[in-house]
């Protein structure tokens, strides 16, 4: 009965339990109802046993948080400690190889002239779940409070400094440096609007409530939008795609996912970098490579994990760790995947699977999916 199963409570001791006050008779309640029938319509499990540790009466509440009938329990070894004064908790693991939190009471009593323990047994499986998602949540939270800090102090202290300088009556600047000045504004800025959009998508997906509306996007029309909406001195991004390819995707999780694959080509990669385009009957695959040093083979298992960064190629360039995280995520809910390869002989490429809308089909209605 106690194999696997790691009892959490104290060490056993020679003082033993409290004693309960002992009753008129083993059988009859001071009301005259039977004990037995009381036992068993208890919702919590009631285990009594004996001396010599061993299962002489088991509810079945107590049957069935160990996952075996009460004719199986009654005789066997309870394998536990009886001695803990308050509650403690066991980890049981049942038959069938799963495992439950079980929080345990225990006093003795005697029946007949016989000492008897007799352990309360309740069930928080469920309450431990919670407070381990709490706690990860709040570990989680922790992290992009510590994440976004470090994002923003690099642009905003950038903004601040270019903006004192441009203020200044006493510095004399020539055009030329009043452009470049006001391009890195832009940049930086840039910079804080795309941390703000990551970590909006990963609230969004934390939070499960975004609704995706799938329609027919034709990729090489879209893909050229995109890439002619960059920032001013973004790098040249060569395309490779037949123009009769048409994805079913929402058009905003589109842009988000290879917004953040070429993010990352620009902030990790080098250039020449490229999209290229293939299709099946039923799927397409987007790949964007770049020339850059490539993944080390000890980060790709954590690649697409939320906040992994691999070495940035550029020095004092670095990602947030959210992109290709968000971009797992929202390729999934819309029955897709993403995935890295090695480019050959070097380089990256990040790859996105997407559903492709049958050619030569009317664009009907398009579906409203809530991603999940």
């Not at 037949?242 to 995707?249: H, K, L």
Request: charged fraction near 25%.
């Amino acid at each position: 009965m106690a194999d696997g199963e790691r009892p959490k409570g104290t060490a056993p001791s020679p003082d033993g339990p409290e004693e309960a006050e002992p009753g008129r008779s083993p059988g009859i309640g001071s009301h005259g109802y039977p004990i037995e029938a009381v036992v068993a319509a208890a919702p919590d499990g009631i285990v009594a046993v004996d001396e010599e540790g061993r299962v002489r009466l088991c509810n079945p509440a107590a049957a069935e948080l160990f996952g075996r009938p009460t004719r199986e329990l009654l005789g066997l070894p309870f394998g536990f400690p009886l001695t803990a004064r308050g509650a403690a908790e066991l980890d049981l693991v049942l038959p069938s190889g799963s495992g439950r939190v079980v929080e345990m009471r225990v006093t003795a009593t005697h029946a007949s002239g016989e000492r008897l323990y007799i352990a309360t047994l309740r069930d928080v499986t469920e309450r431990h779940r919670a407070q381990r998602a709490l706690e990860a949540a709040l570990a989680r939270q922790d992290t992009v409070i510590a994440v976004t800090a470090h994002e923003l102090r690099n642009p905003l202290a950038t903004i601040s400094v270019l903006a004192h300088t441009l203020r200044d009556a006493g510095v004399r600047l020539t055009d030329a440096q009043r452009t470049d000045i006001a391009n890195r504004i832009i940049d930086s800025t840039g910079r804080l609007q795309s941390l703000v959009r990551k970590h909006l998508a990963a609230a969004r997906i934390d939070a499960k409530v975004t609704y995706a509306t799938p329609q027919h996007v034709p990729v090489l029309e879209f893909i050229l939008e995109q890439l002619g909406a960059l920032e001013e001195g973004a790098p040249e991004v060569d395309v490779e795609c037949r123009p009769d390819v048409v994805a079913y995707v929402d058009r905003d999780d589109l842009w988000e996912m290879l917004a953040n694959y070429l993010e990352n080509a620009f902030t990790y990669g080098m250039t020449p970098i490229r999209i290229s385009v293939t299709a099946s009957a039923d799927h397409l695959d987007i790949r964007v490579h770049d020339a850059g040093p490539g993944v080390p083979p000890d980060v790709v298992p954590r690649l697409f994990r939320r906040f992994s960064r691999a070495p940035a190629a550029a020095p004092g360039r670095q990602g947030t760790g959210l992109g290709l995280w968000i971009v797992r995520n929202l390729a999934r809910a819309g029955g897709g995947d993403a995935w890295y390869e090695p480019g050959a002989p070097t380089g990256a490429r990040f790859c996105l699977r997407l559903r492709r809308a049958p050619p030569n089909q009317d664009h009907g209605p398009d579906e409203p999916r809530p991603a999940s």
